[in-house]
């Protein structure tokens, strides 16, 4: 009986549910820390990364221990005119780490800055080595979200707009700027590679388990796309979600399964709802969690799964919410 429902389920991937947390909590974000934008766990403990909007980039130490400054990506960052801005639009000088992931075999932080581009910090923490800044001559401009592909130590990033920096995000949104990019950083020979051009708004990216493709999250398009590895670039590719202004996508430890964060319109009213969703490598839409009880109408930017827990990124907020579903 059980089998035959979850090859039902599994078979009409259009049976998604809507589930509703059992429980929330909140990892309070240091004193005038803000917008954990994303988060990137060490694998086999309750430690985790983060990056605020002042610049800092943070490492959460596990519950009772708090969080410590661990990073930042702007050389010469001045802490006395940058600690503790929660400005919504970020300055240059302080930097805005946004994508963040660990290649759990050697320990690196791959780290995307908007404003500082693409880059790597070793576990003694400190500056962000740089690894790039520019692609085909086109320099980066709102460098937004990585994921490591762990058995190879592949880098898969993104790049928002080749025109538009984070402060000018609206703008970007409502010129239906497409000049984003998918990017690779091939980790034997140091060298970057575009791999897809032309993505309106590039925020979030997740390689598969196999790394035969990655999801790209379009958020100036409302949609999210698959993009095969194999063949010529650019690579085929198909659209797999249609979620409103998806953000991070982040895959699951196990079944390779992928959270987006972004929102629903609701019926009739102008408003969006904070929603998780999690779908599989074909799109199909296995559960919805709504958040709006905890986040109101504002924006989340990841869903992670993590030991059974969806820990919730948010650039509008000063906590990580930590749901049990
Ligand atoms: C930090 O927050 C306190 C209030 O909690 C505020 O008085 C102070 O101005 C803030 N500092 C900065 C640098 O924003
Ligand atoms: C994306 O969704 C928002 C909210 O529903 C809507 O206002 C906007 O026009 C959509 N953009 C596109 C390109 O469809």
Request: proline residues 5%.
């Amino acid at each position: 009986m059980a089998s035959i429902f979850l090859a039902l389920f599994f078979h009409f991937g259009f049976l998604s549910t809507l589930v509703s947390a059992i429980s929330f909590d909140k990892i309070q974000l240091p004193k005038n820390a803000t917008g954990p934008e994303a988060l990137a766990f060490r694998l086999g403990t309750l430690q985790f990364f983060t990056g605020v909007a002042d610049g800092r980039i943070l490492k959460y130490r596990g519950p009772g221990n708090g969080f410590v400054d661990f990073g930042f990506a702007a050389p010469n960052r001045p802490k006395s005119i940058c600690d503790g801005t929660n400005n919504l639009n970020p300055n240059p000088v302080c930097g805005r780490p946004l994508g963040m992931a660990l290649h759990h075999q050697t320990q690196m932080l791959y780290v995307c800055d908007a404003f500082f581009g693409f880059g790597v910090l070793g576990p003694q923490g400190g500056l962000v080595t740089q690894l790039s800044t520019s692609a085909d001559g086109v320099p980066y401009r709102f460098c937004n979200a990585v994921d490591v592909h762990q058995p190879t130590g592949n880098v898969y990033f993104t790049d928002a707009s080749a025109v538009y920096d984070i402060r000018e995000q609206e703008a970007a949104v409502i010129a239906h700027d497409s000049t984003g990019r998918l990017l690779k950083y091939d980790v034997k020979n140091k060298q970057v590679t575009v791999l897809f051009w032309n993505l309106p708004g590039a925020g979030g990216v997740a390689v598969d388990e196999q790394e035969r493709f990655v999801l790209v999250s379009e958020f100036i398009a409302n949609r999210t796309r698959k993009i095969w590895l194999q063949g010529q670039r650019p690579y085929r590719s198909e659209i797999v979600n249609s979620l409103v202004m998806p953000d991070n996508v982040k895959r699951t430890m196990i079944l390779d399964n992928f959270w987006l964060a972004g929102a629903t319109a609701r019926v009739m009213q102008s408003n969006l709802l904070p929603v998780g969703v999690r779908i599989n490598g074909n799109g199909n839409v296995l559960e919805t969690v709504n958040l709006e009880q905890w986040y109101g109408n504002k924006p989340v930017s990841e869903v992670h799964e993590y030991g059974f827990k969806l820990y919730i990124g948010s650039r509008s907020e000063d906590f990580i919410g930590v749901i049990k579903h």
